[in-house]
């Protein structure tokens, strides 16, 4: 066992090296370049790459390249973050022996297994539950769409396709909803189970739509209540006559019934789990932490666009009070960065609930420190050393920007710790 396991593990990481590989691989620049100067393959699954210079188009492949990773790991993922990569390749591939050699085979999946991201969130909990319930109803499903049949000799075919097909998208993008990534949108999931079938008005949904059209609804059942989502009909059984008939009833019997069991499911997660499970807390504090770090890029880019560059952020004083007051803008800046790529997510790894505590009195006062920075900015202090130009928007918006992503990602930790 502890072979295959080992087998396993060196295949994946080599399998990840290759990916990487390949996404930066000097080989793809020269196919690049060698396209620019032969062009005659037109991309069909986005706009056309352009024929300008030789130093854009490198980016351009490899952009396309990367894009074409995350269809299949079915996720986003940072350059170097190798954990993250190597998460959602395990996620994605299933590993096997096949005639006594390693092999993986692609499982492309609607949610992700439980630590399916860097720090350990993903779908988990109560929602790993829901989820869980409502594909193996929603795959049980798609046989019996397909198995349906009108009772109604009369029927409009185009229009009893229309309506199985409307119901099947918006059956497939609730369960979606379900599985999404950091929990379901209550609203959304509200709003696609009440286009299925809303009590308020029954008959505008589109499983009564598709039940007229098959012939078998002849009401809906007086016990059904405005005040939840879920209800059942009185089913039309004049039109059955042979048991294959009654096998064609059967079919979307059992369908309506799935679909009732998971709006049942949703509304008990939604009343009593949603925003709760760790995993998906977890999963918004990495979002969190990327856009930090993302936010400290753009006012180094912000400031090297006024000519303060490196050299010079690494010896200007910022002004603060003690004992802060040695920090230079380089030191603070790159202190937010190291934060929110380096301290905070190992943090998280290590302690789960506990290392998210961890990480709220640090991100509090780098949140408070940032925004004793944009006051000395537009207010600078006798003998402030800061440049005038960082008075410019240029300068101010993205430092705004990250202090509220800084507080926000204090929020989403507290919420996660209450």
Request: glycine share 8%.
């Amino acid at each position: 066992m502890a072979t295959k396991a080992n087998a396993s593990t060196d295949s994946l990481d080599k399998l990840a090296a290759a990916i990487e590989k390949l996404v930066s691989s000097e080989r793809l620049t020269a196919a690049q370049e060698f396209g620019d100067t032969y062009p005659s393959v037109a991309v069909a699954s986005g706009p056309p790459l352009s024929s300008g210079s030789a130093s854009s188009a490198p980016s351009q492949l490899q952009q396309l390249v990367t894009q074409a990773i995350q269809g299949v790991l079915g996720r986003t993922f940072k350059p170097g973050d190798h954990r993250s990569f190597r998460a959602a390749l395990e996620v994605s591939f299933e590993y096997k022996e096949v005639s006594g050699r390693p092999s993986y085979e692609w499982r492309p999946r609607a949610y992700p297994s439980v630590g399916a991201s860097d720090i350990g969130g993903g779908v988990s909990g109560a929602q790993y539950s829901l989820v869980s319930f409502a594909t193996s109803l929603h795959e049980k499903a798609g046989p019996l769409i397909d198995s349906l049949h009108s009772l109604d000799s009369n029927v409009d075919e185009e229009e009893f396709d229309a309506a199985a097909a409307i119901f099947e998208t918006a059956w497939d993008e609730f369960v979606g909803e379900l599985s999404r990534e950091g929990g379901p949108r209550a609203s959304r999931a509200d709003a696609l189970a009440e286009s299925i079938f809303d009590p308020a008005t029954p008959t505008q949904g589109h499983l009564y739509h598709l039940g007229e059209q098959l012939g078998m609804i002849s009401d809906v059942a007086s016990n059904t209540s405005a005040s939840t989502l879920t209800g059942q009909f009185e089913f039309d059984r004049s039109g059955v006559v042979t048991s294959e008939e009654e096998g064609y009833l059967t079919s979307f019997i059992t369908l309506t019934d799935y679909y009732f069991a998971v709006v049942r499911a949703w509304e008990n997660y939604r009343d009593t789990f949603l925003g709760k499970d760790l995993g998906s807390g977890l999963l918004l504090i990495e979002r969190a932490l990327a856009v930090v770090e993302d936010g400290v890029n753009e006012v180094y880019s912000a400031m090297d666009s006024v000519n303060v560059d490196q050299s010079e952020r690494l010896v200007i004083p910022i002004g603060f009070a003690a004992p802060d007051n040695g920090l230079t803008i380089e030191d603070f800046l790159s202190w937010i960065a190291s934060f929110a790529s380096g301290e905070a997510p190992e943090l998280i790894r290590e302690g789960g609930k506990r290392g998210v505590a961890a990480i709220i009195p640090t991100a509090e006062k780098l949140s408070i420190l940032l925004k004793n920075f944009v006051g000395l900015i537009r207010a600078p202090a006798a003998g402030s050393l800061l440049p005038s130009q960082f008075r410019h928007a240029r300068i101010v918006n993205p430092l705004d920007e990250l202090g509220r992503y800084l507080q926000a990602l204090v929020q989403q930790a507290r919420s996660i710790i209450l």
